[in-house]
């Protein structure tokens, strides 16, 4: 089951530092990283702004206190709210009206820019795996379509990086990012038990059920008490289901048994939010 830690301090120190970096823009914690209440109530003392994309999450935003939510999504009523950007071009909207931008011609998300019409407050886009010369032209072609329809906003979704925000410091339209991953992935940490070594498998008492394949972390896995030994072994690092799904990837690490600790950082973002009770019970949580 684990035990997941988490540092306040550190989701208060990245929050600050990304206001730090764009002084102007709004910046609206993506709750669907990381729904932890303490969290939540950090942010939004902060001054934080919230992104949702689900009533569920809207109630989440609107009890932790956050006094700007931006919407995002297909199915979600008028709303309350900062900034709704829709999915579709005829829906209702209870604030500022913005529209998600199509970035591939098959994709689910966003409206295509010759279906874009008219007049609007604001211009989304979500580009999360992009490299910076392809999430460029992604900007390029959300600020001329701002242009086009009086758009006084560019709302940036999808993952902020240093390369990000140094392109996003240059445009002059009011910016809003969407940072989920940056704010609290680094912030936490899942201190784990090994039950068993098969091979060259170390099993630990936390499965997919809390480290699913949708988290996309980078998981950093140290073997507690034993930092300075060498890291001789190289080990796929694996939950108790009998499925070989069911694993974090391989890590070098000094020789384990049965009852060794681990600590894996870098854990804090879609993990906590989506794990479940499925098979095990979910992790204690500390802080």
């Known amino acids: 089951m684990g035990t997941f830690q988490i540092n306040l301090n550190k989701v208060k120190k990245n929050y600050e530092e990304l206001v730090k970096e764009l002084p102007n823009a709004v910046i609206a914690y993506a709750l669907k990283a990381n729904y932890d ?7 939004s003392e902060l001054g934080c702004a919230a992104e ?8 989440l935003a609107r009890k932790a206190g956050f006094k700007r939510i931006i919407i995002n999504g297909f199915v979600v009523k008028p709303l309350k709210c900062y900034l709704q950007n829709v999915e579709l071009i005829d829906q209702e909207v ?3 009206r913005g529209v998600r931008m199509k970035l591939e011609e098959k994709s689910k998300v966003g409206v295509s820019e010759n279906e874009i019409k008219g007049t609007w407050d604001c211009i989304a886009f979500h580009s ?3 490299g910076i010369s392809e999430w460029k032209l992604v900007l390029e072609r959300a600020l001329k379509l701002a242009e086009r329809t009086g758009a006084r906003m560019i709302d940036a ?7 990000r925000i140094e392109l996003l410091k240059k445009i002059d339209k009011k910016l809003i990012i969407e940072p989920g991953r940056q704010l609290v992935e680094e912030a936490c940490s899942l201190r784990t038990r090994v039950i068993a070594v098969k091979g060259s498998n170390v099993i630990i008492d936390t ?3 809390f480290f699913n394949k949708l988290s996309m972390s980078k998981y950093e896995v140290i073997a507690l008490g034993r930092e300075n030994e060498k890291k001789n072994k190289q ?12 694993n974090i990837g391989c890590y070098s690490l000094p020789e384990l048994k049965a009852g060794d600790e ?4 870098n854990c804090g973002a879609y993990t906590l939010s989506l794990s479940s009770d499925w098979v095990n019970k979910k992790p204690a949580i500390t802080y």
């Open 262 to 265: 681990l600590l894996i950082k």
């Open 128 to 130: 999360s795996r992009a």
């Open 157 to 163: 979704g999808g993952g902020i990086n240093k390369d």
């Open 94 to 96: 209870n604030g500022l």
């Open 235 to 246: 080990y796929r690092v694996c939950g108790p289901v009998p499925t070989d799904l069911d």
């Open 207 to 209: 499965g997919i059920s």
């Open 52 to 59: 949702v994309c689900s009533e569920n999450e809207y109630e």
């Open 37 to 43: 209440k303490r969290i939540l109530k950090t942010l």
